[in-house]
């Protein structure tokens, strides 16, 4: 019988946003930057992707919107604060938090 190798860890996904883990809307404002079988990453929304120039597009599928981990990363983190649901701002979503319910 053959020796079982040692398990593989990869990361294949990350979610970058400006509102911390717990606040409720967290999953309306987030990027999520993944990594796809060609070994490169895209940056999305989930619908729309982050061009390499930093545009929102259709097409998240799109293998020209591809990019190296790195650079997707830096991609999310600048759409992070920018980020609206609904007409809402991260800025809304964080002093809707703060203001205590009625």
Not at 59 to 78: G, I, M, N, Y
Request: hydrophobic share 35%; glycine share 6%.
């Amino acid at each position: 019988m053959s020796e079982i190798p040692e398990p593989e860890v990869r990361v294949t996904r990350y979610e970058v946003s400006c509102l911390p883990l717990g606040h409720p809307e967290y999953k309306n404002f987030k990027v999520i930057v993944e990594r796809h079988r060609d070994g490169r990453w895209s940056a999305s929304d989930g619908l729309l992707a982050l061009t390499s120039g930093g545009a929102w597009v259709i097409d998240p599928s799109c293998v020209a919107h591809r990019h190296s981990e790195e650079f997707a990363l830096q991609l999310a983190r600048a759409a992070a604060p920018h980020v609206t649901c609904n007409g809402h701002t991260v800025a809304d979503a964080l002093r809707d938090r703060e203001t205590p319910d009625a």
